[in-house]
C-alpha cells in the first residue's frame, strides 16, 4: 500500500515537542508503518508537491496530523483530497486534525470539543470489540499524560465508535470514530498531543496498523463479527449479533 502522512510541522521549536518526537511526529508515524508499506511523509514546507493531484492519485491511504497552520493548507489541496477520499482513498485524521479543512469538510460540521492541558492520564476504552480496528488492542489501556479532550464533539454521527476516551478530570470523548463517505472510509483517532510520546504506544500503534487496513477498503463494512481476545474481559460474539443485518454476511437460519 501507498501511504502519505501529513504533519505540518511547525512546532519543531517547542522543546517538550522535541522531547517528545526528536525527529518530528511525522516520522514517528512513519515508523509505523515502513515495514510493510511504502510511506512518504509531507510537511506543510512541501505539500504542494506532496500532496499534488498526482500523489494524491497514487495514494491509498492520507494520514494527517495539523494544529496551528490548518489555515495555511490551500483549499484546491483540501477539495481535492476530499474527491479522493469520496472515490476510495483512505484517511485518518489524528487529535488536532479534528479542525482541519479535510476533516471538517468530510464532515460538515465544526467538529468543535472541550479542551484542558493539564497532562492528565487517558484511558481508552475499547467500546466496539468486534470492529476491525479494535482486534490485538488491551482493553481499557492507559496513557499517562494527554490533553484533555471532551463531548460534546461536534461531528455527524459515526458509524463506528470503536474507542472512548476518559480523563482523569471525569470527562469522556468519542476517541475511535469511523465514518464513510461515498466509495471511501475515515477515522478520526484522538490521542497525540505533541508534547507527549503517544505515538511510541503500542496500543496507539497497532489501533494506527488496523486503522490504515480498515480504511483502504472501499465501501460499507462487510466483516464478519470476530471476538477480541485482548478483552479484559474476552467475549464471543453472542447469536443476537451474528443476526445483525448490518454486520454479519450470512443469511439467518433460523
Ligand atoms: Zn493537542
Redesign the pocket.
Known amino acids: 500500500m501507498k501511504i502519505i502522512i501529513y504533519n505540518e510541522d511547525v512546532l519543531q521549536n517547542l522543546p517538550a515537542h522535541k522531547k517528545a518526537y526528536a525527529n518530528g511526529i511525522h516520522n514517528e508515524l512513519k515508523s509505523i508503518f515502513e515495514a510493510e508499506h511504502e510511506v512518504t511523509t509531507v510537511t506543510l514546507a512541501t505539500i504542494n508537491e506532496g500532496l499534488s493531484r498526482e500523489e494524491l492519485d497514487k495514494a491509498d491511504v492520507l494520514i494527517w496530523w495539523g ?1 496551528i497552520a490548518h489555515d495555511k493548507v490551500p483549499d484546491e489541496i483540501n477539495a481535492y483530497v476530499c474527491k479522493r477520499v469520496s472515490e476510495g482513498m483512505g484517511a485518518i485524521f489524528l ?2 486534525a479534528h479542525f482541519s479543512k479535510p476533516f471538517t469538510t468530510l464532515c460538515g460540521t465544526p467538529c468543535s470539543l472541550r479542551w484542558r492541558e493539564a497532562n492528565e492520564a487517558e484511558r481508552v476504552w475499547t467500546t466496539d470489540p468486534f470492529h476491525p480496528i479494535a482486534q490485538g488492542v488491551e482493553q481499557g489501556f492507559r496513557l499517562d499524560h494527554e ?1 484533555m479532550y471532551g463531548e460534546h464533539f461536534y461531528i455527524p454521527t459515526p458509524d463506528a465508535v470503536v474507542f472512548t476516551g476518559w480523563f482523569e478530570g471525569g470527562e469522556v470523548f468519542r476517541s475511535g470514530c469511523c465514518f464513510h463517505k461515498g466509495e471511501g472510509r475515515y477515522f478520526y483517532f484522538q490521542p497525540g ?2 508534547t507527549f510520546p503517544i505515538y511510541k504506544d503500542k496500543n496507539v500503534r497497532r489501533i494506527l496498523r488496523n486503522a490504515v487496513d480498515w480504511v483502504a477498503k472501499k465501501g460499507p463494512e462487510t466483516s464478519d463479527f470476530v471476538g477480541n481476545k485482548d478483552c479484559l474481559h474476552p467475549i464471543k460474539p453472542p447469536e443476537k449479533f451474528k443476526r445483525n443485518r448490518f454486520f454479519y454476511k450470512e443469511k439467518e437460519t433460523e
Do not use: F, R, W
Open positions: 494544529h487529535h488536532s490533553e498531543h505533541e
